[in-house]
């Protein structure tokens, strides 16, 4: 069984806000004891943040649902409910979050401690002391709570590396990165052995350390998706080096040369920048070809013959693209909340209202309450929908939904 995902759905929800209460205190002369019902608490929003302490999506293979808590529930006394927890979900490093539907991109949550919000939390909906004023001096309705955001995610990681080692099918990625590393690939001797990436942590004599990953091989059309090399390609792009392994005693006699030619075409069909990136070639698996006329580095794994020169060259390259590419501070982004009213034509000709307040003034009432109405429609005139719907060319008896709630527009007289 795989311990490795790198690519996987998620769902977040929000949680849902606490409804407002509708209580009244008992005083004497005050009309039904005065309002005293407090506010809800809102619900617990969902944060994704990267963590390097986690090695994978592993953990929303088999279990992708996230949710917030709930806000408490107002009560009497203007006793106001308590709020929803937070939850933070963490990611690894190099979490690519795309729109599930669409596929774009939404954030990058690239260094340790990177956080987004996925998904907002309902706000408390108020008590009924809340709309206490000089004509109406009772009210008898309260908000309800609103309901948390509820999004699918698709999260895709790329792994995080000083270098990534490239090379075809068993090519001797894996012997190498095990040769160097702690990391304890599965070796065998036939293609497509590697169906995961290997990440192996290389410290030198004057404790300088870099990351290699050891990527499944790639073959001709692997950027078209031929093979497995499409889903894996995605990993080198964060490599700030590359190692390019040819092997010097190819079971299918395609030279080093034509391996080369074969691996930076489909590299640069990928991602062309990844051609610009700075790349130490080798061939690999010397010990089996004792006389060869390759022209650089070799490296046998097995023999460890050329490993320390191979690992010195990587180093340098390695310092000086650390140098060009210094390191971010962790970011929070949120994602703003669309507060403007806008209005759109739906197929059937009715008209659709779209904005958090305005679809706050309904969802929240309720509107069988004859004073909750008033206050919905009110709002809804202080947000600036009649003026919209008029500019928009609603005519008389059109259909106008807002949300669930839907009613045929009216001019006020």
């Known amino acids: 069984m795989s311990n490795f995902v790198d690519e996987c759905n998620i769902n977040v929800k ?7 209460c509708v ?3 008992r005083e004497a002369h005050v009309a039904k004891g005065g309002p005293d019902g407090g506010d809800g608490g809102d619900g617990g929003s969902i944060w994704l943040v990267a963590d390097r302490n986690v090695a994978s999506l592993l953990a929303f293979r088999d279990h992708p649902h996230r949710k ?6 107002g009560s009497g006394g203007n006793r106001h409910g308590a709020r929803g927890r937070d939850l933070e979900v963490k990611v690894p490093e190099g979490t690519v979050v795309l729109d599930h539907a669409s596929r774009e991109p939404l954030v990058d949550l690239l260094h340790h401690g990177d956080r987004w919000l996925a998904a907002q939390a309902g706000e408390g909906g108020r008590g009924n002391a809340r709309f206490l004023s000089n004509k109406r001096r009772a009210p008898s309705f309260a908000e309800q709570g ?8 698709r999260l895709e990681l790329k792994l995080m590396a000083d270098v990534a080692i490239v090379g075809f099918p068993n090519v001797g990625k894996s012997t190498f990165i095990s040769s160097v590393s702690a990391a ?3 070796i065998a001797n036939y293609p497509f052995t590697t169906l995961e990436p290997n990440l192996g942590v290389v410290r030198m004599d004057d404790k300088f350390e870099m990351v290699l990953a050891d990527i499944p091989g790639l073959i001709e059309g692997a950027a078209e998706g031929k093979g497995l090399g499409h889903q894996f390609l995605r990993h080198v ?4 080096v590359l190692l390019v392994l040819l092997d010097l005693a190819p079971w299918d006699g395609v030279t080093p040369q034509e391996q080369l030619d074969v691996l930076l075409a489909e590299l640069g069909s990928y991602r062309p920048d990844l051609l610009d990136r700075p790349r130490l070639v080798v061939g690999s698996r ?12 070799v490296v046998s794994s097995v023999t460890r013959a050329g490993v320390p020169q191979v690992l010195g060259a990587l180093t340098e390259l390695v310092r000086e693209a650390r140098l060009n590419t210094p390191e971010e501070e962790a970011v929070t982004i949120h994602r703003p909340v669309g507060s403007e009213v806008s209005i759109g034509r739906l197929d059937d000709g009715s008209w659709n209202v779209v904005g958090r307040a305005a679809l706050r003034a309904v969802a929240l009432s309720d509107l069988t309450n004859e004073e909750a109405l008033e206050f919905a429609q009110q709002r809804l005139t202080q947000l600036g929908v009649d003026a919209a719907l ?14 669930d709630f839907s009613f045929d527009y009216e001019e006020d007289e």
Do not use: M
């Not at 010990?287 to 006329?293: A, F, S």
């Open 23 to 25: 209580a009244f205190r």
């Open 237 to 240: 792009e964060r490599a700030r």
């Open 184 to 186: 304890k690939p599965k």
């Open 146 to 153: 609103e309901h948390g955001e509820e999004r699918w995610l």
């Open 286 to 297: 010397a010990d089996l070809v004792p006389e060869h006329d390759f022209d650089g580095l």
């Open 390 to 403: 008029r500019r928009a060319g609603v005519q008389f008896g059109d259909t106008v939904h807002i949300g």
């Open 68 to 73: 917030g808590d709930n806000g408490s529930h």
């Open 14 to 20: 929000g949680g849902d806000g606490g409804a407002g």
